[in-house]
């Protein structure tokens, strides 16, 4: 039956949806998960199962969305509306859009995003965004003592006090707000992420926090099936994100954003494209050159590579001449343990954090992540 073909197929493309989760140390820590899908994927990751890719639950779409079209064009020279086989399986479900909604179950993106139909978990669940770190040394090549910006209110005239090295963390999350906005598809998470820079070896200046910036978003996202240059695309989706240091003037930053996401796989590789378009503050404007530092969009690739992740972040203005500013960043989490990681953070270019928008620096900082990207 075709149901049966499709349903084997779909099985056979499931995977944990917590990928991104830290590793058990035994088999015995899972049984005190009440929900089944944590319990399941802690228990395979426990006992070192490595789940099928998602090439199966592709193809089965692929194959699902040949069929439809076949039946479409059939019933069309009869004459007849369009019916979709009956399914053993699924005798309540048209086994063809479960397949054409399963496409990429597994994959790196459905990991994190819950895309796939039977890849969704409910509403209101915590789930790792960007990723969980600490940076005991976080090194910049040029501490920026006098914050600036073409808005004289926001720009400090007396030195401040700050030493070389640092400690940076950063924590992240996110939630599912709604599910299934339309049909089986469209999900609205909402997110924040705060990292900080603490001058704690700064003991001189009391040991100050230099640096905190809060990033809370909310985000419609899509699932989607297309796939280009032997990549598939996974994801589209549209946000609003405000970012801002929570400080008085003149050391006050702040922007809000109109975010597109864009985001694709290959195997062990992920990227992600965000173009976005800065939401006017008006006159009183803390930042008012921040897209010609910061840039205009960014763009992240991930490799995995057995328990090894390494990303790379790009952005740019997308301007030339004496606009023409930008920044890249590159980090590595690696294993030291079971449940924890490495993690080595290199920086160059503008905006390492809202206060350093307009400043130009070299960090290299040293630490472990609870969480990376995948």
């Given at each position: 039956m075709i149901g049966t073909r499709f349903g084997c197929a779909l099985l056979a493309a499931c995977s944990p949806a917590f990928a991104q989760t830290i590793a058990p140390s035994s088999a015995e820590a899972c049984t005190a998960i009440e929900n089944s899908a944590d319990r399941l994927a802690c228990y395979d990751k426990a006992l070192g199962r490595t789940p099928l890719d998602a090439r199966q639950a592709d193809i089965a779409a692929k194959e699902a969305k040949a069929i439809r079209e076949n039946l479409e064009l059939g019933d069309a020279i009869d004459g007849k509306p369009a019916q979709a086989p009956a399914s053993d399986l699924y005798p309540q479900d048209d086994p063809l859009a479960s397949a054409l909604a399963?496409?990429?179950?597994?994959?790196?993106?459905?990991?994190r995003w819950e895309l796939a139909k039977d890849s969704k978990l409910g509403t209101f669940n915590f789930r790792a965004y960007k990723p969980v770190y600490l940076l005991p040394a976080f090194w910049s090549s040029n501490q920026?003592?006098?914050?600036?910006?073409?808005?004289?209110?926001?720009?400090?005239?007396?030195?401040?006090?700050?030493?070389?090295?640092?400690?940076?963390?950063?924590?992240?999350?996110?939630?599912?707000?709604?599910?299934n906005v339309f049909g089986d598809n469209g999900d609205v998470w909402m997110a924040y992420t705060q990292s900080s820079r603490w001058q704690v070896f700064n003991g001189d200046a009391s040991r100050p926090f230099r640096e905190t910036n809060y990033e809370p978003e909310v985000m419609l996202v899509f699932r989607t099936g297309y796939h280009f240059a032997g990549w598939s695309g996974r994801l589209l989706g549209i946000g609003v994100n405000h970012?801002?240091?929570?400080?008085?003037?003149?050391?006050?930053?702040?922007?809000?954003?109109?975010?597109?996401?864009v985001g694709l796989d290959r195997g062990d590789w992920a990227l992600m494209l965000r173009p976005w378009w800065r939401v006017s503050d008006g006159n009183d404007d803390d930042n008012p050159d921040i897209s010609?530092?910061?840039?205009?969009?960014?763009?992240?690739?991930?490799r995995r590579f057995g328990r090894h992740e390494f990303s790379l972040t790009a952005r740019h203005s997308l301007r030339s001449g004496d606009d023409a500013h930008g920044a890249v960043q590159l980090d590595w989490g690696f294993p030291i343990s079971r449940a924890l990681r490495g993690h080595v953070q290199v920086f160059d270019g503008y905006g390492e954090s809202l206060i350093d928008y307009n400043h130009r620096a070299t960090y290299v900082g040293f630490g472990v992540s609870l969480l990376e990207w995948y």
């Open positions: 399963n496409a990429g179950k597994g994959s790196m993106l459905d990991g920026n003592e006098l914050p600036r910006s073409p808005n004289p209110r926001n720009t400090v005239t007396s030195p401040q006090s700050l030493t070389a090295v640092e400690a940076k963390f950063q924590l992240s999350f996110k939630t599912k707000a709604l599910e970012q801002s240091n929570g400080r008085a003037d003149p050391l006050s930053r702040s922007w809000n954003r109109v975010i597109a996401s010609d530092y910061i840039g205009r969009g960014d763009a992240t690739l991930v």
